[in-house]
């Protein structure tokens, strides 16, 4: 069966991306900081050390069972991801819920609290003593600008931002198992330890969120080469490398800290590189987890302004987002309305100003002020926000696929695998993360919620006016 959506061939959308730079982009968007910081989290949380190196396995493989549901429908619906998906199965209104939603908060929000995670180690390294909104910001526009040169300068600074990132995990692992490490590093936990609490729930969704970002790579589908299939192969291989890494990295942490380093340590990645590079280890983490967030930034406006272009071709409102740079390959009106709208949530809770604007603006219809004290921080506070409508979509997707199966549009060229027991537990788990979410962001996921129902309206707004015109040309 022929792509029913050839728009690889299409101004704009030309194959030029290969296998690598397919799984570059969705490598350099997983892997952000997430590594650094949750561990200690995850491993609180779950009884053994080896049940934590099995969460992290698990993560990966419910992950890489959603690749592989994009994956098919990525190849037969090339042009913006999950916007293309949930359009071809349930019509405009519902892809442009999910394009608004994408612009207002999804991938906005995760590029500014990448930002806010840079920002924060670029303080520790260089000692600025500047408002967080400052270095935050100027990440966002850094990134902006080299994604908005060419097409061929952007896949380079991905590419070589993504082999960086992975080159000092493989030092972090390497150093890590060199470590004398402890007899008991990933034992079971001892008896006096046994009556602590633990939320194997709570572990699983941290873990799914390091894992979060791959979906955003199948919006490039239409500028792959050969996509029908190396966008498989990005997805599958890509994602089950990323699951090996993530193993390792967490079974080096526990070799070097033991059990119960990496629960009492809130940077394992440093307290594992001190054994053997001493004061240079903080240094070397900071820059590290710089390399890895402002790779994450580079790839979400990579792939985001692709999804933001396609909303655009589609929707007179939106039209002009649309426009590509001829000789660039670049949608850069669609790159820096992204970075626009990055910056302004950067300002909303990362300056004082904007805290007391919301709040203002929450008790103004009726909601209440916002519980600032209830997050550790900026980063924090975008990605509970993003985070329930973000699960609510990718369920829709997961639900998009049964319906473009069921219509006969899907499959095409590729098949996933399993199905449709595969896409079932996709779709478990992202009702698993809809529910989890939802439940701890509270105000913020209703903020979170109201982009989709500001496009809800105004799709049924535009649905009446043509309606009308019908009626009055009849």
């Given at each position: 069966?022929?792509?029913?959506?050839?728009?690889?061939?299409?101004?704009?959308?030309?194959?030029?991306?290969?296998?690598?730079?397919?799984?570059?982009?969705?490598?350099?968007?997983?892997?952000?900081?997430?590594i650094?910081?949750?561990?200690?989290?995850?491993?609180?949380?779950?009884?053994?050390?080896?049940?934590g190196?099995?969460?992290?396995?698990?993560?990966?493989?419910?992950?890489?069972?959603?690749?592989?549901?994009?994956a098919?429908?990525?190849?037969?619906?090339?042009?913006?991801?999950?916007?293309?998906?949930?359009t071809?199965?349930?019509?405009?209104?519902?892809?442009?819920?999910?394009?608004?939603?994408?612009?207002?908060?999804?991938?906005?929000?995760?590029?500014?609290?990448?930002?806010?995670?840079?920002?924060?180690y670029?303080?520790?390294l260089?000692?600025w003593?500047?408002?967080?909104?400052?270095?935050a910001?100027?990440?966002?526009?850094?990134?902006?600008?080299?994604?908005?040169?060419?097409?061929?300068?952007?896949r380079?600074?991905?590419?070589t931002?993504t082999?960086?990132?992975?080159?000092?995990?493989?030092?972090?692992?390497?150093?890590?198992?060199?470590?004398?490490?402890?007899?008991?590093?990933?034992?079971?936990?001892?008896?006096?330890?046994?009556?602590?609490?633990?939320?194997?729930?709570?572990?699983?969704?941290?873990?799914?969120?390091?894992?979060g970002?791959?979906?955003?790579?199948?919006?490039?589908?239409?500028?792959?080469?050969?996509?029908?299939?190396?966008?498989?192969?990005?997805?599958?291989?890509?994602?089950?490398?990323?699951t090996?890494?993530?193993?390792?990295?967490?079974?080096?942490?526990?070799?070097?800290?033991?059990?119960?380093?990496?629960?009492?340590?809130?940077?394992?990645?440093?307290?594992?590189?001190?054994?053997?590079?001493?004061?240079?280890?903080?240094?070397?983490?900071?820059?590290?987890?710089?390399?890895?967030?402002?790779?994450?930034?580079?790839?979400?406006?990579?792939?985001?302004?692709?999804?933001?272009?396609?909303?655009?071709?589609?929707?007179?409102?939106?039209?002009?987002?649309?426009?590509?740079?001829?000789?660039?390959?670049?949608?850069?009106?669609?790159?820096?309305?992204?970075?626009?709208?990055?910056?302004?949530?950067?300002?909303?809770?990362?300056?004082?100003?904007?805290?007391?604007?919301?709040?203002?603006?929450?008790?103004?219809?009726?909601l209440?002020?916002?519980?600032?004290?209830r997050?550790?921080?900026?980063?924090?506070?975008?990605?509970v926000?993003?985070?329930?409508?973000?699960?609510?979509?990718?369920?829709?997707?997961?639900?998009?696929?049964?319906?473009?199966?069921?219509?006969?549009?899907?499959?095409?060229?590729?098949?996933?695998?399993?199905?449709?027991?595969?896409?079932?537990?996709?779709?478990?788990?992202?009702?698993?993360?809809?529910?989890?979410?939802?439940?701890?962001?509270?105000?913020?996921?209703?903020?979170?919620?109201?982009?989709a129902?500001?496009?809800?309206?105004?799709?049924?707004?535009?649905?009446?006016?043509?309606?009308?015109?019908?009626?009055a040309?009849?």
């Amino acid at each position: 069966m022929a792509n029913s959506d050839d728009s690889s061939n299409a101004p704009g959308w030309q194959p030029r991306l290969s296998l690598w730079d397919a799984a570059s982009l969705m490598i350099g968007i997983v892997v952000g900081t997430s590594i650094f910081v949750l561990p200690s989290l995850i491993f609180s949380n779950v009884p053994s050390g080896p049940a934590g190196l099995g969460l992290w396995a698990l993560g990966g493989v419910l992950s890489l069972l959603g690749g592989l549901v994009f994956a098919e429908m990525a190849v037969q619906f090339p042009r913006g991801g999950a916007y293309a998906y949930l359009t071809a199965a349930f019509g405009p209104l519902c892809g442009l819920v999910y394009g608004v939603a994408f612009l207002s908060i999804i991938v906005t929000a995760n590029i500014g609290a990448m930002s806010f995670a840079a920002a924060e180690y670029a303080q520790q390294l260089l000692r600025w003593d500047l408002p967080i909104a400052v270095p935050a910001s100027a990440a966002i526009l850094l990134l902006a600008i080299l994604n908005t040169r060419t097409i061929n300068a952007s896949r380079r600074v991905q590419n070589t931002l993504t082999a960086a990132k992975l080159l000092g995990l493989v030092g972090i692992i390497a150093a890590g198992m060199a470590a004398s490490g402890t007899a008991d590093g990933v034992a079971v936990e001892s008896a006096t330890d046994a009556s602590a609490k633990r939320n194997l729930g709570l572990a699983l969704v941290l873990v799914l969120y390091a894992y979060g970002g791959w979906s955003d790579a199948a919006a490039v589908a239409a500028e792959v080469r050969n996509r029908s299939r190396n966008i498989p192969l990005a997805l599958g291989a890509g994602l089950a490398g990323i699951t090996l890494l993530y193993v390792l990295v967490n079974a080096a942490y526990l070799r070097a800290l033991g059990l119960e380093g990496v629960r009492a340590s809130s940077t394992p990645a440093e307290a594992a590189l001190t054994a053997t590079l001493g004061a240079a280890a903080g240094k070397v983490v900071s820059t590290l987890a710089i390399v890895s967030a402002l790779g994450a930034i580079h790839g979400m406006f990579f792939s985001g302004s692709r999804a933001i272009a396609s909303l655009g071709a589609d929707h007179r409102a939106f039209r002009w987002l649309g426009d590509w740079s001829p000789t660039r390959g670049i949608p850069a009106r669609a790159v820096w309305t992204l970075a626009a709208v990055a910056l302004l949530q950067v300002a909303a809770v990362g300056t004082a100003s904007g805290r007391q604007a919301l709040d203002h603006a929450t008790r103004e219809i009726g909601l209440g002020g916002i519980p600032w004290e209830r997050f550790r921080g900026e980063f924090e506070i975008l990605v509970v926000a993003g985070a329930p409508m973000f699960w609510l979509l990718m369920l829709l997707a997961g639900a998009a696929f049964f319906e473009l199966r069921r219509t006969g549009k899907c499959p095409g060229e590729f098949v996933c695998p399993g199905a449709p027991v595969a896409p079932l537990i996709y779709c478990a788990t992202c009702g698993y993360l809809l529910w989890s979410s939802a439940r701890h962001a509270e105000l913020l996921g209703l903020l979170g919620l109201l982009p989709a129902g500001w496009a809800l309206l105004l799709g049924l707004a535009a649905r009446r006016r043509r309606g009308s015109a019908g009626d009055a040309a009849r």
